[in-house]
């Protein structure tokens, strides 16, 4: 495994990160989520993100049973707040009431004092910026979480919360957006304003959520076992990726990667390292096969010419529409 820095802080996370969206406490038994988080530990991932929302909160749950025992000292553990974790009107987005209920909810489930990473899972456009933020600086000061992030933030919101983040004196580190090969909103404006400002992406669904890996055929049914066969959520979620068009072009990658003496999954979680601004690509995992597959991605230098190619194939099926980082216009 190799190790970058979070933005420009000192805290070093592992340039793989396990994810546990959709999975844990979800789509797979608890015995092999914890092998995936076995595989993670034992091919050198230190890095594990997660959310209150994710499986309705049980997915926290399940990542803490995994870790537990572990030294916590060697791990840095990331979780999120947003989206609704209760039926009340007060159980989701940005208010220092939502903030500090859903952060002791957070510690209780992952069986920890601290989170290393708290991250705003979205833009709040009900609640002013400056009562989230010293929401957060509070949660800072009491030691409850050492460092900040936002997730899928525009440009613009990122440098109002960083320079709030400045005066109140606690560390904006990061941001958690979606990157894939066919997924590149963030170039344009996200990432320069990350660059100057010190913060760094945690990037997410590198595999466009399992595409990236060439097993969808076009015009076949999806894998036994897939996300995409996975009707509780993963089918949703995975299915604007499911065209025929993507598809027949992600076949097209299959010797590009047989060049580089890459699989698939690996080429493609590689792809997103090659942007230094990215600190670490969030990976999931249904089974801990493809956790080892994709660890070897750490340290991978892709060539020019290859990413040139890979860019001829995939371009007229790629978003590249800054406007496309959005949060809801209302709180959900
Ligand atoms: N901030 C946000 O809003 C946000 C949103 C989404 C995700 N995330 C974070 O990002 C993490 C990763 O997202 P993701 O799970 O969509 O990432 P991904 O790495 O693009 O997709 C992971 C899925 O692809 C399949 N896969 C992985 N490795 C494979 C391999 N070697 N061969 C074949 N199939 C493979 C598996 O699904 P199957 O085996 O089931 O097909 C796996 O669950 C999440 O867990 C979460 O922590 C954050």
Request: hydrophobic fraction near 40%; aromatic fraction near 6%.
């Amino acid at each position: 495994m190799e190790f970058r820095h979070l933005g420009r802080s000192g805290l070093l996370v592992s340039e793989i990160s396990y994810g546990n969206w959709i999975t844990h406490g979800s789509q797979v038994e608890e015995e092999a989520a914890t092998a995936c988080v076995r595989a993670a530990l034992d091919t050198g991932i230190t890095t594990f993100d997660t959310a209150d929302v994710y499986a309705g909160t049980k997915a926290e749950e399940v990542l803490g049973r995994a870790l537990k025992g572990e030294r916590r000292e060697g791990l840095e553990i990331f979780t999120k707040v947003y989206w609704p974790t209760g039926p009340g009107r007060n159980d989701r987005g940005l208010s220092r009431k939502h903030i500090m209920e859903s952060i002791n909810g957070s510690l209780r489930r992952l069986q920890t004092d601290y989170v290393d990473l708290y991250q705003a899972h979205r833009y709040d456009y009900s609640t002013p910026l400056e009562e989230t933020m010293e929401a957060f600086a509070d949660i800072v000061h009491s030691g409850k979480a050492h460092y900040i992030g936002v997730s899928e933030w525009k440009a613009s919101q990122i440098r109002a919360a960083h320079a709030l983040a400045r005066e109140l004196r606690i560390p904006l580190v990061s941001n958690q957006p979606q990157y894939s090969m066919l997924w590149r909103v963030i170039e344009a404006e996200v990432i320069p304003t990350s660059e100057e400002l010190g913060v760094g992406q945690i990037v997410w669904s590198p595999m466009a959520q399992g595409v990236l890996s060439g097993k969808y055929l076009p015009g076949q049914p999806p894998p036994a076992g897939s996300r995409a066969t996975d009707e509780k959520s993963g089918a949703g979620f995975i299915a604007s990726w499911l065209s025929d068009d993507v598809l027949t072009r992600v076949q097209r990658l299959k010797p590009l990667a047989e060049q580089a003496g890459l699989t698939m999954p690996q080429l493609a979680v590689a792809w997103v390292l090659q942007n230094p601004n990215v600190s670490s690509a969030i990976v999931g995992a249904s089974r801990p096969e493809q956790v080892h597959d994709n660890v070897k991605a750490a340290g991978v230098k892709l060539d020019a010419d290859l990413l040139k190619a890979i860019d001829e194939i995939v371009e007229p099926v790629t978003e590249r529409d800054p406007a496309k980082t959005e949060s809801p216009a209302q709180r959900p």
